[in-house]
């Protein structure tokens, strides 16, 4: 039997985020299994109009954008009802033998609702619990009513599914915690596509120059501005690293909502020819900027959201045989291995990350070393073919109990 998945996403390319580079890994790694794989996104596909899209030879079926003025504690059931009804319009176009919904809780309970009335099993995929990123973005307060439901949502999402998948051991444990059966819960970690990443190139020194980091000694992050990163800790680490590394600059490289905060944060520290904003730059374009670093800064500020969750760019940064330093999160501590793989400082600590970056920047005689490790640990342990082969043993019997 040919195993036919309906995918239920938040949100697809054409958009960019580690959530829809994610996604495509999975979609790809499963199509070279044979599997059949079909694809609808929620209302939150920003910028989409239409009823089906075809992206870089990927067909997504899109849900409209509910109409109308959003009411607070309302547009979230909105949402999930304008899913339900599209879910099972393309269900009865597909006929899909499993139901495979990604995180937020609000793709998974419409999922389970359509996979009820059409006696369909669903699995339920956890990236970040919903409740979690409401309060890393201000939306939510920990502790409030708002939080306490929407954690119950999620609860309850988890007990109904089939099965539950999630992206690492901190999230696992946290799910179990609710009184998920450990044998109902599998961890499909995040990974690269091993073959898409080299060991870094050699720097373009017109870009170096012009982007004024010509002999500097460069600290990078490459990605999304948000309050979570710890950028604002990066920068207030600065004075203290210069004084050991009067050459050391900062390169920033994308956008999003801390941006303004931090360019700020940068001319309040008189940082301001020290720290470089580049802005975003085209997909195509980043590795030109990755190869003018010599230490990543993965700066994460100690939450819930970043104790339970592994980042996907330290592994990227593995893949291409980069440097890097990182907070001692527990999201981090999964992935890196101190004085390995990389470097690790006490969170939340500017002068600990001042030190841990200059203790990089001086131990060159082992950055061969740890370079290497860092990309066998990926190839042997983080590659996306291993990650995805671990759906089988649970898709496989729910397929053959729905076709019984």
């Not at 993965?298 to 959201?305: D, G, K």
Request: glycine share 8%.
């Amino acid at each position: 039997m040919t195993l036919r998945v309906l995918h239920v996403l938040d949100h697809s390319i054409p958009l960019h985020s580690g959530y829809t580079f994610r996604t495509l890994s999975i979609l790809r790694e499963q199509r070279r299994r044979g599997w059949q794989t079909f694809h609808v996104t929620s209302p939150k596909q920003v910028g989409c109009t239409v009823a089906e899209e075809e992206v870089d030879g990927w067909h997504f079926y899109r849900t409209p954008a509910a109409a109308g003025a959003a009411w607070p504690g309302l547009n979230e059931f909105r949402l999930m009802r304008h899913l339900e009804q599209r879910l099972a319009e393309v269900c009865a176009r597909v006929r899909p033998n499993l139901l495979h919904a990604h995180s937020p809780v609000l793709n998974a309970l419409p999922a389970l609702r359509v996979g009820r009335k059409l006696g369909l099993p669903v699995v339920y995929e956890v990236r970040a619990f919903w409740e979690d990123a409401a309060v890393d973005h201000g939306t939510t307060a920990e502790g409030s009513l708002r939080y306490r439901l929407t954690r119950g949502m999620e609860t309850r999402a988890l007990r109904r599914a089939d099965h539950v998948f999630t992206i690492c051991e901190g999230l696992r444990g946290d799910i179990v915690a609710r009184g998920i059966a450990p044998d109902r819960v599998t961890v499909i970690p995040n990974a690269v596509d091993i073959e898409n990443f080299t060991d870094g190139g050699r720097a373009d020194e017109a870009l170096r120059a012009r982007l004024g980091l010509a002999g500097a000694c460069v600290i990078g992050f490459i990605g999304s501005f948000y309050a979570y990163e710890g950028l604002d800790l990066l920068l207030d680490a600065m004075p203290r690293l210069l004084q050991r590394q009067p050459d050391a600059r900062v390169l920033l490289t994308g956008g999003g909502p801390q941006e303004a905060a931090l360019k700020a944060q940068a001319a309040r520290l008189g940082l301001a020819d020290r720290v470089v904003f580049t802005g975003r730059v085209p997909h195509a374009e980043v590795q030109r900027y990755y190869d003018l670093v010599d230490v990543l800064a993965y700066p994460r500020h100690p939450m819930r959201l970043t104790e339970l969750v592994t980042p996907l760019k330290p592994l990227e940064a593995m893949a291409q045989g980069k440097l890097l330093v990182a907070s001692d999160v527990g999201g981090h501590r999964e992935l890196i291995r101190h004085g390995e793989t990389g470097w690790l400082f006490p969170a939340g600590q500017a002068g600990a990350l001042a030190e841990g970056l200059a203790d990089a920047l001086d131990a060159r005689a082992d950055w061969p070393r740890i370079r290497a490790a860092g990309r066998a640990y990926v190839e042997r342990e983080r590659n996306w073919s291993v990650s995805v082969e671990r759906y089988r043993p649970v898709y496989e019997p729910l397929a053959q109990r729905k076709a019984a």
